[in-house]
């Protein structure tokens, strides 16, 4: 079957490459899948490059999550041949076979294709667990959201809005805004370079933000500290700006505000109860049409690196899709 492989990790994706490999073969309690879309997520870019906190070692089928069927399972499993489901087990995803645990596994919501169920999973349920389960999202907050136009963060304004709160989008790319105003219908969306406080002072009236989601880290986290509300909480989801910012903590004392770490995956890990519930509203709210992923472009898997390197050069609003065997 062809992959994606990962021979050596490199700045500029030249370690990777399609490859003709062997089928995976099925483990204990693994279910084998054959992938009809999958997505691109920050991560698969960085493990290109060893620069992910989880570093495979190499060679390894690059790839977090896909959507398929279901190909072999055991019968205790839960699933079935021919069954529509999605997930992923952070290697694996980019290839025509992939053999994951049952448990990292779920039902695709009635009413998604493949490619909107690959492009679903971990941006929506990384929104979920920061915004309700770690944030305590209410109905009416204010919600401030980073790095915008890309997966997590179009998933987090899609999804603070589902839930009825008010969404202040950012973006460090000014030409983006209009495109992730009409995707997700924020109440604004500004631009975030240097200061934007006064801005988000305006926008919510002097209340400023009860929730700041951050993928992006750096000089915009900084100038976060600055723009959440009192009791607020202030997510630190990733570091899409290439630096993991220092905060002096009389900041938040003075503020009184919290700085709280979102490892979705892991709290899913260590909380399997609240993974799935989180897994079930999301499908909820999917199946409802309250919220839907957001894809920028589908390709072949044969155009992996074109995917890659729109996501490295920042030119997407909203995922890539790969379909393997096209
Ligand atoms: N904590 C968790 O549990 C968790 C789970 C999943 C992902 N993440 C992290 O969340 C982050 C976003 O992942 P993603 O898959 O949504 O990535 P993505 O689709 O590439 O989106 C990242 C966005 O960050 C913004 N950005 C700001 N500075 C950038 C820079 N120098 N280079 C590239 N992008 C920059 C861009 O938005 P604008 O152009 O609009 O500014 C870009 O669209 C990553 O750091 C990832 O590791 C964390």
């Known amino acids: 079957m062809q992959a994606l492989v990962v021979e050596r990790l490199t700045g500029d994706l030249s370690g990777a490459g399609l490859a003709d490999v062997a089928e995976p073969q099925r483990g204990a309690g693994e279910v084998k899948v054959r992938v009809r879309a999958a997505s691109l997520n920050f991560p698969d870019l960085l493990m290109t490059r060893g620069e992910y906190q989880f570093k495979p070692e190499v060679p390894f089928t690059s790839g977090l999550e896909f959507a398929g069927e279901v190909l072999e399972a055991d019968p205790e499993s839960g699933f079935a041949p021919g069954d529509r489901v999605m997930g992923g087990n952070k290697t694996g995803a980019f290839a025509e076979i992939a053999c994951v645990p049952a448990g990292k596994l779920s039902t695709m919501p009635a009413g998604l294709d493949f490619p909107a169920a690959a492009a679903m999973g971990a941006a929506y349920s990384t929104a979920f667990t920061g915004l309700v389960e770690l944030g305590g999202l209410q109905e009416g907050q204010?919600?401030?959201?980073?790095?915008?136009?890309?997966?997590?963060?179009l998933a987090a304004c899609d999804l603070a809005r589902a839930l009825g709160a008010r969404v202040i989008a950012t973006t460090g790319s000014p030409a983006k805004a209009e495109a992730i105003a009409a995707l997700t219908h924020p109440e604004a969306v500004i631009v975030a370079e240097g200061r934007f406080r006064e801005e988000v002072s305006r926008l919510t009236g002097g209340a400023l933000a009860d929730i700041v989601f951050d993928p992006v880290g750096g000089d915009v986290f900084d100038e976060s500290t600055r723009c959440v509300a009192f009791g607020g909480k202030l997510l630190v989801v990733g570091f899409t700006s290439g630096r993991i910012a220092d905060v002096s903590t009389n900041i938040p004392l003075i503020k009184g505000f919290s700085i709280v770490g979102l490892r979705a995956g892991e709290y899913a890990r260590r909380f399997p109860e609240r993974g799935t519930a989180i897994t079930r509203a999301i499908a909820r709210l999917a199946e409802a049409?309250?919220?839907?992923?957001a894809i920028d472009r589908t390709f072949p898997l044969s155009r992996w690196r074109e995917g890659f390197e729109a996501m490295a050069r920042r030119e997407l609003v909203g995922k890539v899709v790969f379909v393997p065997g096209a």
């Open 142 to 153: 204010w919600v401030l959201v980073h790095g915008a136009s890309g997966g997590v963060g």
């Open 289 to 293: 049409g309250a919220i839907t992923p």
